[in-house]
């Protein structure tokens, strides 16, 4: 090749009429997750829960040090997937089938694989919606991780022909007898309640039973930015404001996973002994947020259920919503098929807590 040839080495990534159903997309780049993104993430979000703060509390329970957060463990792996499913997305629309099949600790070095499992086009032809199943491997190749999602992306050419038209099904819930996987069997006794933050274990929960999380938080601009770069996620929409003010919003639009991530420490005001999360049946960005927007969460518990084999722990399904600029004691939510306008998040899930 000639030294004056002119080849694009960048990347402009995938548009819609890229992707085939069944294409295998390994992703880059593998990352080492360390205690400096630990605590970089708990600068941003502020969880408490004692089992992902405390080396001494995990150790004493069964756990061989303090395991890396389940959320950090889930942006780490999506951020890998965004340079090649979503940078060119208009909006990520939802997750289902996620669970934890291995703990995940302070030095292991985590690296993903997506799998193309549907394709539609829109009725405007502009876009597409694009299913992937994503699977997040540690360094010895174990999965710690596995999800689907669906996110709508441009197409490069309006013209072009759709790549496939397949909708798959998807679980709405995962079965119990899937969960604590990433959950050692513990030593009940010595979980310490005071330390832990809260009275409350499995048992004192009911189906049924409504929490507001009380607190709010306000989002800033440097810091959803600073958390969606900590996963290496490189979607235009949440860095590039020049390129922003020529879109719908006008504005940055802040990663979805930012608004789950502050719920999730939000609900350690009522939910402290729910240690780990273990399972994500769904979940759906019901409105973008901003910076400015200030955040509040309530959960309701709407199943219980006993792990086959273990008298350690139990399952709690919970569904938390997150508003913006809305306090919780109301608990907003939907009416039919419309939400409340504040809401953001609508996310179901199961979560392991002490018995």
């Given at each position: 090749?000639?030294?004056?040839?002119?080849?694009?080495?960048?990347?402009?990534?995938?548009?819609?009429?890229?992707?085939?159903?069944?294409?295998?997309?390994?992703?880059?780049?593998?990352?080492?997750?360390?205690?400096?993104?630990?605590?970089?993430?708990?600068?941003?979000?502020?969880?408490?829960?004692?089992?992902?703060?405390?080396?001494?509390?995990?150790?004493?329970?069964?756990?061989?040090?303090?395991?890396?957060?389940?959320?950090?463990?889930?942006?780490?792996?999506?951020?890998?997937?965004?340079?090649?499913?979503?940078?060119?997305?208009?909006?990520?629309?939802?997750?289902?089938?996620?669970?934890?099949?291995?703990?995940?600790?302070?030095?292991?070095?985590?690296?993903?694989?997506?799998?193309?499992?549907?394709?539609?086009?829109?009725?405007?032809?502009?876009?597409?919606?694009?299913?992937?199943?994503?699977?997040?491997?540690?360094?010895?190749?174990?999965?710690?991780?596995?999800?689907?999602?669906?996110?709508?992306?441009?197409?490069?050419?309006?013209?072009?022909?759709?790549p496939g038209d397949h909708v798959p099904r998807l679980p709405t819930v995962l079965d119990p007898k899937v969960l604590g996987e990433a959950c050692p069997p513990l030593n009940v006794a010595a979980y310490d309640l005071a330390l832990a933050g809260s009275p409350y274990r499995f048992a004192d929960y009911a189906v049924g039973e409504k929490i507001d999380h009380v607190d709010g938080i306000t989002v800033e601009e440097a810091e959803h930015m600073t958390a969606t770069r900590l996963y290496q996620n490189t979607a235009r929409i949440h860095f590039d404001l020049f390129a922003a003010k020529q879109g719908r919003f006008g504005r940055r639009l802040i990663?979805?996973?930012?608004?789950?991530?502050?719920?999730?420490?939000?609900?350690?005001?009522?939910?402290?002994?729910?240690?780990?999360?273990?399972?994500?049946?769904?979940?759906?960005?019901?409105?973008?947020?901003?910076?400015?927007?200030?955040?509040?969460?309530?959960?309701?518990?709407?199943?219980?259920?006993?792990?086959?084999?273990?008298?350690?722990?139990?399952?709690?399904?919970?569904?938390?919503?997150?508003?913006?600029?809305?306090?919780?004691?109301?608990?907003?939510?939907?009416?039919?098929?419309?939400?409340?306008?504040?809401?953001?998040?609508?996310?179901?899930?199961?979560?392991?807590?002490?018995?």
């Amino acid at each position: 090749m000639s030294k004056n040839s002119s080849v694009s080495k960048n990347s402009p990534g995938n548009f819609f009429e890229d992707f085939r159903i069944g294409q295998v997309i390994r992703h880059a780049t593998p990352r080492t997750v360390t205690t400096g993104d630990v605590a970089l993430y708990t600068g941003l979000f502020g969880a408490r829960f004692a089992v992902q703060s405390s080396d001494a509390f995990a150790k004493a329970i069964g756990y061989p040090r303090s395991p890396i957060d389940d959320l950090l463990v889930f942006h780490v792996v999506f951020g890998k997937t965004v340079p090649d499913v979503s940078l060119n997305a208009v909006a990520n629309l939802g997750y289902a089938g996620c669970y934890f099949r291995t703990p995940v600790y302070p030095g292991d070095t985590l690296s993903a694989q997506s799998e193309v499992i549907g394709l539609k086009e829109n009725s405007s032809r502009k876009t597409g919606i694009v299913y992937v199943r994503t699977t997040g491997y540690n360094q010895d190749l174990k999965p710690v991780l596995e999800y689907v999602r669906w996110v709508m992306v441009r197409k490069r050419d309006e013209a072009a022909p759709a790549p496939g038209d397949h909708v798959p099904r998807l679980p709405t819930v995962l079965d119990p007898k899937v969960l604590g996987e990433a959950c050692p069997p513990l030593n009940v006794a010595a979980y310490d309640l005071a330390l832990a933050g809260s009275p409350y274990r499995f048992a004192d929960y009911a189906v049924g039973e409504k929490i507001d999380h009380v607190d709010g938080i306000t989002v800033e601009e440097a810091e959803h930015m600073t958390a969606t770069r900590l996963y290496q996620n490189t979607a235009r929409i949440h860095f590039d404001l020049f390129a922003a003010k020529q879109g719908r919003f006008g504005r940055r639009l802040i990663y979805g996973g930012h608004v789950i991530s502050l719920a999730r420490a939000l609900s350690f005001n009522g939910l402290a002994n729910a240690f780990h999360v273990a399972a994500i049946n769904g979940g759906r960005h019901v409105a973008p947020l901003f910076a400015g927007g200030t955040i509040y969460a309530w959960s309701e518990v709407i199943a219980k259920s006993e792990l086959p084999g273990r008298a350690d722990v139990g399952a709690l399904r919970l569904r938390t919503v997150a508003t913006s600029d809305k306090p919780c004691g109301d608990f907003p939510d939907k009416a039919g098929n419309d939400y409340d306008p504040a809401v953001l998040l609508d996310l179901d899930y199961w979560v392991l807590m002490p018995r």
